[in-house]
């Protein structure tokens, strides 16, 4: 491969990984959009993208940017983003014990949350350039500038999270139209009921009581898939419940 296929190579990967960020970037999309052609200047919230108009709280997460950078830097920045969150989690993965990794102090320093968890969370410090991937065929994490005096406790890192739904105690009678409803759907797509939601997440619906589409993606076991093709019919639902209260 010629050295300017290499650099276009690299070039598309970069785009691409810029689409990524979009997508885990906790604040404004357009701001997002405008910096990335360039441009200076914009204000930091627009008010308008989905972003901005999230019901989003700004918390303090320094600690966990601690964490994560300080194991990025003690893996000489020579691995993906993958490899370290398994550090972070303590995974007994074979890669990890072969390499050795388990002896690093970082190594199960976020044991306790999920490994899908801790992903989401370093792919938010690379689309808020804290860390970056390199463009190439096996990305791997290093560390921007802005990290490193976070690093050495200089400077704070704040993040835009959506709010804890506050939950009530599960409302019996929308438990059972819900059921029903799910009984329905599995009836008519000929699969059995859990395939459509858990009796968890009916649970965890009438405690929640979701209005919008994105309280409905905080229920849990409620994604983005399962939101397209069966959230509107239960919003409706529980909305029809709440209207005869």
Do not use: W
Request: hydrophobic share 35%.
């Amino acid at each position: 491969m010629s050295t300017e296929d290499e650099a276009r190579k690299r070039h598309n990967l970069g785009r691409l990984q810029k689409m990524v960020d979009y997508c885990h970037t906790p604040e404004c999309l357009r701001h997002f959009i405008i910096q990335y052609f360039g441009e200076e200047g914009a204000p930091s919230s627009c008010g308008n993208c989905s972003n901005c108009k999230a019901d989003l709280q700004e918390i303090d997460v320094t600690v966990d940017a601690q964490k994560v950078f300080s194991c990025v830097y003690r893996m000489r920045e020579r691995f993906g983003l993958t490899l370290v969150a398994q550090v972070l989690k303590g995974s007994t993965d074979k890669r990890i014990l072969s390499l050795h990794l388990d002896s690093l102090s970082t190594y199960g320093l976020m044991k306790e949350r999920s490994l899908a968890d801790i992903k989401l969370l370093i792919q938010r410090f690379v689309a808020t350039d804290y860390l970056a991937l390199t463009e190439s065929k096996y990305p791997v994490l290093t560390l921007q500038p802005a990290a490193y005096p976070v690093l050495r406790g200089q400077a704070k890192v704040m993040q835009a999270v959506p709010k804890e739904v506050t939950r009530q105690a599960a409302a019996p009678e929308l438990f059972d139209h819900l059921r029903a409803l799910r009984k329905e759907i599995a009836l008519r797509d000929r699969i059995p009921p859990y395939v459509v939601f858990s009796d968890a997440t009916l649970k965890d619906m009438c405690a929640v009581l979701p209005k919008t589409r994105e309280e409905m993606l905080t229920v849990k076991g409620v994604g983005e898939h399962k939101m397209k093709k069966y959230g509107e019919s239960f919003l409706r639902c529980i909305e029809e419940h709440r209207s005869k209260d």
